[in-house]
């Protein structure tokens, strides 16, 4: 009987994962923290309604809502389920009621506290965290059968039949938390996976917008380039001045142009071994100027050598967006600083400043075209810089705190099998588009 009551209360917990998951995911009510408290909340109710009495205490899984909502949907969402738990026992009533009050707070402080720490975790860890964490209602709720059982006169020592019942109770537990874990971790991954397929959708749609653009316009600049240089030739004086600045407009238009075709599609035009501590080297002493400028500190810490296949210019272009965008963010007297390691699969660089930080918000839009953070700007560097380093099949990831600054990560993958092959060829360079 006590096995067919906890299987029960199984399909009860997973009941809210499963309506958040099926109706009510696009919906804003499966994000409130009230609401998720609300559905688990129930869960628990109907699990204490539903318990297997025996030894003069009630056997449930009311607590395994009250770690999933701490961890899933907050402090806020777990705080409400505590409350359905404790309205619950007092309807039960019964002689452990004050056993069972403490209980629930010993079973709720623990992922009260910690809760915070759980989405520094990847997914699978998590659903490891909140497994062992599911363990500790079922330690506390021992804890009190215990207590509850020495103080009524209940034996224990030699107890089978509660020794059997406790081994159920653990085992189904761990069960039910790892099952609605997981399925929560399901959840989120479908949503983040349809998230960058509508973002990967948008930009291919707007790159393909930028291409055309792009190369119907610069077509007409190019021929209007070449005329005023002729006239440069034959124009003195005042006229001169005038025709430089067009000039150097025209040229600014062209770079924006190109910028717009790399957006859209990222071309490796000239791929050979590069060592990114050298090209590190340049764009910090390229950028050393503009950061005194700026009264920002930039600061490099390359002490390893990290070989790959990629274009040193595209990279280079890459990584003078990035740090540019984090000494512009930084206000004076601040510093920026560019760590560079290297490990057996992988080139890691990081890019820390003291800047004004991001939102979650601002962090998700990054990448965006016409996305920024600045007075004025368009977003473009940064979206090329990204897509340049996704064709060199890398990836760049940015966390931040609101105030205290920016941590910008690129990852650029290590191939050895292609840079051996790559050193036994005579001609050390390849053209026309090949991924590093």
Request: net charge positive.
């Amino acid at each position: 009987m006590l096995i067919e009551k906890l299987l029960l209360h199984v399909l009860i917990i997973l009941a809210p994962v499963l309506i958040q998951t099926s109706l009510l995911e696009n919906h804003r009510l499966g994000k409130s923290p009230v609401f998720i408290g609300v559905l688990h909340g129930i869960a628990a109710f109907m699990c204490l309604i539903f318990a297997y009495e025996s030894f003069g205490l009630y056997w449930d899984f009311r607590y395994i809502p009250l770690v999933l909502s701490m961890l899933y949907g907050g402090r806020k969402a777990g705080v409400i389920v505590f409350l359905f738990i404790l309205a619950a026992r007092i309807i039960h009533g019964g002689d452990a009621i004050v056993f069972g009050f403490i209980s629930a707070f010993l079973a709720g402080i623990l992922p009260f506290l910690i809760s915070n720490r759980f989405w520094t975790f990847p997914p699978r860890k998590r659903v490891t965290f909140a497994v062992l964490l599911g363990f500790w209602p079922a330690l506390v709720m021992l804890g009190i059968l215990l207590s509850f059982a020495f103080i009524s006169g209940v034996p224990v020592s030699g107890n089978r039949e509660m020794g059997i019942y406790v081994l159920i109770f653990g085992g189904i537990q761990v069960l039910g938390v790892g099952l609605a874990a997981q399925l929560s971790e399901w959840m989120i991954e479908k949503k983040l996976m349809r998230e960058e397929i509508m973002k990967s959708e948008k930009l291919n749609t707007l790159g393909e917008l930028a291409a055309s653009i792009a190369h119907e316009v610069r077509n007409p600049l190019t021929v209007v380039k070449g005329f005023l240089q002729l006239m440069k030739k034959q124009v003195k004086g005042d006229h001169e001045e005038y025709l430089k600045i067009v000039l150097s407009e025209l040229g600014r238009a062209e770079d924006i142009i190109n910028d717009y075709l790399n957006f859209a599609k990222p071309e490796l035009e000239k791929v050979e071994k590069i060592n990114v501590k050298e090209v590190l080297s340049d764009v910090t002493v390229l950028l050393n100027a503009y950061a005194l400028k700026e009264g920002v500190y930039l600061e490099a810490d390359l002490r390893e050598d990290g070989y790959l296949l990629s274009d040193r210019n595209k990279l280079k272009q890459a990584f003078v967006n990035i740090i540019k965008n984090a000494i512009e963010a930084t206000p004076p007297q601040g510093s920026v600083t560019i760590h560079l390691e290297v490990t057996h699969t992988q080139v890691i660089i990081t890019v820390t400043d003291t800047g004004k930080g991001m939102t979650k918000e601002q962090i998700a839009r990054i990448g965006t075209l016409f996305f920024t953070t600045k007075d004025q700007g368009t977003g473009l560097g940064t979206s090329v810089s990204m897509r340049i380093i996704a064709a060199m099949g890398g990836l760049v990831h940015y966390s931040s705190i609101v105030n205290k600054g920016t941590v910008a990560t690129i990852s650029l993958p290590l191939n050895q099998e292609k840079l051996a092959k790559f050193d036994a060829k005579p001609a050390n360079t390849y053209v026309n588009n090949q991924n590093a």
